[in-house]
């Protein structure tokens, strides 16, 4: 007699069950994105949350951190549009072209669609969907084997269509503004951005909600950067000490491009950002690069996988972490050279500093070659702040904690510098400042 072993849900699986069972025919998109839904669904009930027996999960057990499954956030009315009212956050003087998200539906009235630049177009993704839009459902139609990218896939509500057409390049960034007003839920939002050839974008994408909600976010952005284009993506975590976040970008980029990503995470009790990008096109240029201020109990995962799979392709990542109290941040990064890859040139680097004996910090670099003529290569260090530079700094006049601050905004400085926009720039490292003015 053959047992039949079943997995036993957790009460946030059979919960996500429930939700999707009450929601399915509620969700935007007809016949189409109703299959692609159902099918995204069934990958996650075959494999169920990520846990840490699986590889790239490891460090994140979102089986074990995970307890419940939220309900979906309904749509924003009168009081969350007017509670939502002054959003940008860190970034509210930043010139930008503003996009606002109240629990993940699209606010159009609240959003800057005036005076579009020839060549730009913004739409709302819950329209494509209903729509059932060609491009988009193609973009869909790929099957995503990371479980939280499968997730979104089946509950996804709105999120942003922006495409650029050839040759244009935005003067303003565009800003992906989600702030959370209502009861506190589960929100998945789902963008695509479509950058065409020698286009130029600044984009970012920022998190915000009050202090004490436990928000669920799965957060997913599909973009495509054709040859030639230039794009700048900031992805800014500044949720609720509470929320747990997950967000997925893939990226395919074109021939002789150039693409820079930075990731910036203050917020959230558990957070994943996670980067899956492949090189499409011969001699194309990949920046990555983020920073996570952590405290408390706060967890944050920073997983990268980089596939360079044509010829003459150069990447750099820098990392860094700051970690106080007990706190755990989390690299990992695996970058892949493809046979034909010839001519790659890649580095990755990953750094944590550990203010405090309880902080944890987990790096797991991975390099896959298959191609010879390559040079590649990676580094992972930590440790605590230099106790000779500290005492340098004390001995000129510094009380300590600012000594300590001082080497904090050099550590993380190295990150930041690699971001082109100088307003972000300075913006970002202004929030590093209160952030360390806040330690206890």
Same mark, same amino acid.
């Given at each position: 007699?053959?047992?039949?072993?079943?997995?036993?849900?957790?009460?946030?699986?059979?919960?996500?069950?429930?939700?999707?069972?009450?929601?399915?025919?509620? #969700?935007?998109?007809?016949?189409?994105?109703?299959?692609?839904?159902?099918?995204?669904?069934?990958?996650?009930?075959?494999?169920?949350?990520?846990?840490?027996?699986?590889?790239?999960?490891?460090?994140?057990?979102?089986?074990? #951190?995970?307890?419940?499954?939220?309900?979906?956030?309904?749509?924003?009315?009168?009081?969350?549009?007017?509670? /939502?009212?002054?959003?940008?956050?860190?970034?509210?003087?930043?010139?930008?072209?503003?996009?606002?998200?109240?629990?993940?539906?699209?606010?159009?009235?609240?959003?800057?669609?005036?005076?579009?630049?020839?060549?730009?177009?913004?739409?709302?993704?819950?329209?494509?969907?209903?729509?059932?839009?060609?491009?988009?459902? =193609?973009?869909?139609?790929?099957?995503?084997?990371?479980?939280?990218?499968?997730?979104?896939?089946?509950?996804?509500?709105?999120?942003?269509?922006?495409?650029?057409?050839?040759?244009?390049?935005?003067?303003?960034?565009? !800003?992906?503004?989600?702030?959370?007003?209502?009861?506190?839920?589960?929100?998945?939002?789902?963008?695509?951005?479509?950058?065409?050839?020698?286009?130029?974008?600044? #984009?970012? =994408?920022?998190?915000?909600?009050?202090?004490?909600?436990?928000?669920?976010?799965?957060?997913?952005?599909?973009?495509?950067?054709?040859?030639?284009?230039?794009?700048?993506?900031?992805?800014?975590?500044?949720?609720?000490?509470?929320?747990? !976040?997950?967000?997925?970008?893939?990226?395919? &980029?074109?021939?002789?491009?150039?693409?820079?990503?930075?990731?910036?995470?203050?917020?959230?009790?558990?957070?994943?950002?996670?980067?899956? &990008?492949?090189?499409?096109?011969?001699?194309?240029?990949?920046?990555?690069?983020?920073?996570?201020?952590?405290?408390?109990?706060?967890?944050?995962?920073?997983?990268?996988?980089?596939?360079?799979?044509?010829?003459?392709?150069?990447?750099?990542?820098?990392?860094?972490?700051?970690?106080?109290?007990?706190?755990?941040?989390?690299?990992?990064?695996?970058?892949?050279?493809?046979?034909?890859?010839?001519?790659?040139?890649?580095?990755?680097?990953?750094?944590?500093?550990?203010?405090?004996?309880?902080?944890?910090?987990?790096?797991?670099?991975?390099?896959?070659?298959?191609?010879?003529?390559?040079?590649?290569?990676?580094?992972?260090?930590?440790?605590?702040?230099?106790?000779?530079?500290?005492?340098? #700094?004390? /001995?000129?006049?510094?009380?300590?904690?600012?000594? =300590?601050?001082?080497?904090?905004?050099?550590?993380?400085?190295?990150?930041?510098?690699?971001?082109?926009?100088?307003?972000?720039?300075?913006?970002?490292?202004?929030?590093?400042?209160?952030?360390?003015?806040?330690?206890?």
């Amino acid at each position: 007699m053959n047992a039949e072993l079943r997995q036993v849900k957790t009460a946030a699986e059979q919960g996500l069950a429930d939700a999707f069972a009450a929601a399915r025919g509620s #969700l935007p998109g007809a016949a189409a994105v109703a299959a692609l839904r159902e099918a995204a669904f069934g990958r996650f009930v075959a494999k169920g949350l990520p846990h840490r027996r699986v590889e790239e999960w490891k460090y994140t057990d979102l089986r074990a #951190l995970m307890r419940e499954a939220k309900p979906i956030a309904a749509p924003p009315g009168v009081p969350e549009k007017a509670q /939502a009212k002054d959003a940008g956050g860190m970034l509210g003087s930043l010139e930008a072209r503003r996009l606002i998200f109240v629990d993940g539906a699209f606010v159009a009235e609240m959003s800057d669609l005036t005076a579009l630049e020839p060549g730009l177009t913004i739409g709302s993704m819950a329209d494509a969907l209903a729509a059932g839009e060609p491009l988009v459902l =193609e973009q869909l139609s790929r099957p995503a084997d990371d479980m939280a990218l499968a997730l979104n896939t089946a509950f996804m509500g709105d999120g942003a269509v922006i495409a650029v057409r050839e040759g244009v390049a935005l003067a303003r960034p565009i !800003h992906l503004v989600f702030l959370h007003a209502g009861k506190p839920a589960a929100i998945y939002p789902r963008s695509m951005v479509d950058v065409g050839r020698a286009s130029r974008l600044a #984009l970012i =994408e920022s998190h915000e909600s009050a202090d004490g909600r436990d928000d669920q976010v799965n957060a997913a952005i599909d973009l495509v950067v054709a040859d030639d284009a230039h794009v700048d993506y900031v992805k800014i975590g500044a949720e609720s000490s509470k929320a747990l !976040h997950i967000a997925s970008l893939t990226a395919l &980029i074109g021939a002789n491009a150039r693409f820079n990503a930075f990731v910036f995470t203050t917020g959230g009790a558990v957070t994943r950002n996670q980067f899956f &990008i492949r090189c499409g096109g011969d001699n194309s240029t990949i920046r990555l690069g983020g920073v996570s201020l952590l405290k408390g109990r706060q967890h944050a995962d920073t997983t990268v996988v980089l596939d360079h799979a044509t010829v003459g392709c150069q990447s750099r990542e820098v990392f860094k972490a700051v970690l106080d109290g007990a706190s755990r941040g989390v690299f990992q990064g695996r970058i892949i050279v493809q046979p034909k890859a010839q001519k790659t040139d890649a580095r990755m680097m990953s750094q944590a500093l550990l203010m405090s004996e309880d902080a944890e910090a987990d790096n797991k670099p991975e390099l896959e070659i298959y191609a010879d003529d390559v040079q590649c290569g990676h580094g992972a260090t930590a440790g605590a702040l230099d106790e000779n530079l500290k005492f340098y #700094l004390m /001995a000129r006049g510094l009380p300590e904690r600012d000594a =300590e601050a001082l080497l904090i905004q050099a550590f993380i400085g190295e990150a930041v510098e690699g971001i082109e926009h100088a307003g972000l720039r300075d913006a970002l490292m202004d929030e590093a400042v209160r952030w360390l003015g806040a330690r206890v």
